[in-house]
């Protein structure tokens, strides 16, 4: 990352890496444990926004089913635990195989189509997913399921706190930028990158595009499990309403707000909705008609989102 | 084999068959001549069924909710094309995606602003409420009345589709939209009606359930997901096609979720078969999708000989 200290907006995005780093320290300090809570919510959802960016604004592919991921990862933590097994390691893996796996399959059929057809037939795949889950009786199909512990690490790494959790999320995210800011970068990047914008040349080129696409999909699909896993330890409480496509939606607005194709605009994309929806519903109790307006309004007349925004600071 | 169930359960696979294809082929028309994607053609749905509520709650007649509903809804979707869709149609997919979202979050507030958070139930008549006796077999009219519904609509819209000059325009517009334009016809005026027309059948759609449902807000979202998977598998801008495909998907949901379980418990244990049956019956019609976009990725029917 050392171009980005050389740039403004690089300083800024880096500045505020920092606070966020020490966030849970000025809110023990002032005693907010309910904006360490909104926080925690907020890098959780802002490293789903971060992995469906990787295959959005990378690579172009209109995924409108992400959040399944968001809830296998979940879910990978409730079903266990409802059997009483609580290792943590269990839960990853267990969570990074399932993603990968329905990835691939899924993937595999969705990728072979284009356009409109990609974001339905992802669409329909979470929704799938989304009535799996809601007709499973055994796993409290759709009253949900309770975890009553976190996943357990060794003690030096354990979630057990609110602080250690949020700890673990904020690694998860530092993990996740530095990932996503190498491979964008390397050959593998270049590729997905190029066939966004013309895929055709690419593959004259030689490029095997739709292996090049389905790999960056799975690994999308395998950041986004991660993320899904620290959500069912941060809610304890899980239900299949955390999958419906209406969400996935959400998370489309948050990386287009944030500035597509940028390296951390969907991670403020995703922290200034939860903000924003916050706040209005303080406000009033008809936020979403004020919400959904300034979506729209944002779409059509804000361009690039934040990291646009703040990258006139570099001119 | 209980044949009555057998038989209640076949009316209600052609129910929701009737219903799917009320809001897929407005959806197959703005896909397929606009290349618009509009999700939020499930809130059409649901204003149909307030709109027809309120109504029948002020003047106490069905056919009046019916008939104001409809044109209601009509001119609901002439405004939201005037207004958004209209400027979009140049944009790309994902804009269209985002703001159509954003609309969906939009209804959804209005309807709780207007008529509260809670459901709306729509009265039905006397003579529509009773059942009917045919043979051993007893049918709820109403269910029968949606069915002559849905029927009586998907007729009109054939005729028109193929025996007016608008529906030509309309059939030319979904296989080769730019060949229309340079023809001299007025588009903005076809996706005009087009858009509406599509909105007005969804939200008759939403008219003709709500009575046994209930309105209730984000009613369309969940039914909208079907009717694109009814798009996508019939192909996109074809009326036949979402037709044939709307009335084989309501058959396959209803009857997997009715009888998978039986059939399931002569390959495995009862209770099995009882846990896998309800999980089977969700994927089925994705599965479906998938196979069939995995083998003609157009669909099943698609509009055009040639390619656009």
Same mark, same amino acid.
């Given at each position: 990352m050392v171009n980005l200290s050389c740039t403004r907006s690089g300083k800024v995005y880096l500045g505020m890496l920092f606070l966020l780093g020490i966030a849970p320290l000025l809110f023990q300090w002032t005693n907010q444990p309910f904006l360490? &809570?909104?926080?925690?919510?907020?890098?959780?959802?802002?490293?789903?926004?971060?992995?469906?960016?990787?295959?959005?604004?990378?690579?172009?592919?209109?995924?409108?089913?992400?959040?399944?991921?968001?809830?296998?990862?979940?879910?990978?933590?409730?079903?266990?635990?409802?059997?009483?097994?609580?290792?943590?390691?269990?839960?990853?893996?267990?969570?990074?195989?399932?993603?990968?796996?329905?990835?691939?399959?899924?993937?595999?059929?969705?990728?072979?189509?284009?356009?409109?057809?990609?974001?339905?037939?992802?669409?329909?795949?979470? #929704?799938?997913?989304?009535?799996?889950?809601?007709?499973?009786?055994?796993?409290?199909?759709?009253?949900?399921?309770?975890?009553?512990?976190?996943?357990?690490?060794?003690?030096?790494?354990?979630?057990?706190?609110?602080?250690?959790?949020?700890?673990?999320?904020?690694?998860?995210?530092?993990?996740?930028?530095?990932?996503?800011?190498?491979?964008?970068?390397?050959?593998f990047g270049r590729v997905i990158i190029g066939s966004k914008y013309n895929d055709l040349r690419m593959q004259s080129l030689g490029f095997n595009t739709y292996g090049?696409?389905?790999?960056?999909?799975?690994?999308?699909?395998?950041?986004?499990?991660?993320?899904?896993?620290?959500?069912?330890?941060?809610?304890?409480?899980?239900?299949?309403?955390?999958?419906?496509?209406?969400?996935?939606?959400?998370?489309?607005?948050?990386?287009?707000?944030?500035?597509?194709?940028?390296?951390?605009?969907?991670?403020?994309?995703?922290?200034?909705?939860?903000?924003?929806?916050?706040?209005?519903?303080?406000?009033?109790?008809?936020?979403?008609?004020?919400?959904g307006g300034l979506l729209i309004a944002l779409v059509l007349f804000g361009k690039g989102g934040i990291d646009a925004w703040l990258r006139k600071l570099d001119k | 084999m209980d044949w009555n169930l057998l038989i209640s359960q076949l009316v209600n696979s052609v129910q929701l068959g009737l219903l799917l294809f009320l809001l897929a082929s407005g959806l197959t028309l703005i896909f397929g001549i606009m290349d618009f994607i509009n999700l939020s053609h499930g809130s059409f749905y649901m204003m149909g069924a307030y709109f027809c509520g309120s109504i029948v709650a002020a003047t106490g007649s069905f056919f009046a909710g019916i008939i104001v509903g409809l044109v209601g809804v009509f001119f609901l979707g002439a405004l939201v094309e005037w207004l958004i869709a209209r400027q979009l149609y140049k944009e790309n997919h994902l804009d269209h995606v985002l703001v159509t979202f954003g609309l969906i979050l939009v209804f959804d507030a209005l309807v709780h602003i207007i008529w509260g958070p809670s459901g709306l139930s729509i009265p039905l008549p006397d003579f529509l409420n009773g059942q009917? #006796?045919?043979?051993?077999?007893?049918?709820?009219?109403?269910?029968?009345?949606?069915?002559?519904?849905?029927?009586?609509?998907?007729?009109?819209?054939?005729?028109?589709?193929?025996?007016?000059?608008?529906?030509?325009?309309?059939?030319?517009?979904?296989? &080769?939209?730019?060949?229309?334009?340079?023809?001299?016809?007025?588009?903005?005026?076809?996706?005009?009606?087009?858009?509406?027309?599509?909105?007005?059948?969804?939200?008759?759609?939403?008219?003709?359930?709500?009575?046994?449902?209930?309105?209730?807000?984000?009613?369309?979202? &969940?039914?909208?997901?079907?009717?694109?998977?009814?798009?996508?598998?019939?192909?996109?801008?074809?009326?036949?096609?979402?037709?044939?495909?709307?009335?084989?998907?309501?058959?396959?949901?209803?009857?997997?979720?009715?009888?998978?379980?039986d059939f399931l418990e002569l390959l495995a244990s009862t209770a099995a078969a009882e846990t896998a049956a309800p999980a089977i019956s969700a994927m089925l019609v994705y599965v479906l999708m998938a196979v069939v976009l995995a083998f003609k990725p157009t669909g099943l029917f698609p509009p055009t000989a040639g390619n656009r």
């Open positions: 360490l &809570d909104l926080l925690s919510r907020g890098l959780i959802i802002g490293i789903a926004a971060l992995s469906l960016n990787l295959i959005l604004g990378y690579g172009g592919m209109i995924s409108l089913g992400h959040v399944a991921y968001l809830g296998i990862g979940a879910y990978c933590v409730g079903i266990p635990a409802y059997y009483d097994v609580y290792d943590g390691w269990i839960h990853l893996s267990l969570a990074i195989v399932t993603c990968a796996l329905f990835a691939l399959i899924t993937g595999a059929v969705s990728l072979r189509t284009k356009g409109v057809y990609f974001i339905m037939i992802t669409m329909a795949f979470s #929704q799938m997913i989304y009535f799996i889950f809601l007709s499973l009786e055994e796993y409290g199909a759709d009253d949900g399921l309770v975890i009553y512990a976190r996943s357990e690490f060794p003690v030096w790494m354990n979630m057990e706190s609110a602080v250690s959790l949020y700890y673990w999320i904020f690694g998860l995210l530092i993990l996740t930028l530095f990932f996503i800011h190498r491979l964008v970068r390397s050959r090049y696409r389905l790999t960056c999909y799975v690994i999308s699909a395998v950041i986004c499990g991660l993320a899904g896993v620290l959500l069912g330890n941060f809610t304890s409480f899980i239900s299949p309403e955390m999958m419906s496509w209406t969400r996935s939606g959400e998370l489309i607005f948050m990386v287009i707000i944030g500035g597509a194709g940028s390296l951390f605009g969907p991670l403020f994309g995703a922290l200034s909705f939860l903000f924003l929806e916050e706040a209005l519903s303080l406000i009033t109790i008809y936020w979403h008609l004020i919400f | 009917i #006796q045919l043979g051993s077999l007893v049918f709820p009219i109403y269910r029968l009345v949606i069915i002559f519904g849905g029927l009586a609509v998907a007729g009109i819209l054939y005729l028109l589709i193929s025996r007016t000059r608008l529906g030509m325009l309309i059939r030319a517009g979904a296989s &080769d939209r730019d060949m229309v334009e340079s023809l001299g016809i007025n588009i903005n005026r076809l996706f005009l009606f087009v858009f509406a027309l599509g909105a007005a059948m969804a939200g008759f759609a939403g008219m003709l359930i709500a009575p046994i449902t209930e309105a209730t807000i984000g009613m369309g979202n &969940d039914i909208i997901i079907i009717a694109f998977v009814v798009v996508i598998v019939g192909g996109i801008g074809s009326i036949k096609g979402a037709f044939y495909v709307a009335l084989m998907i309501g058959f396959i949901d209803t009857m997997s979720r009715s009888y998978l379980d």
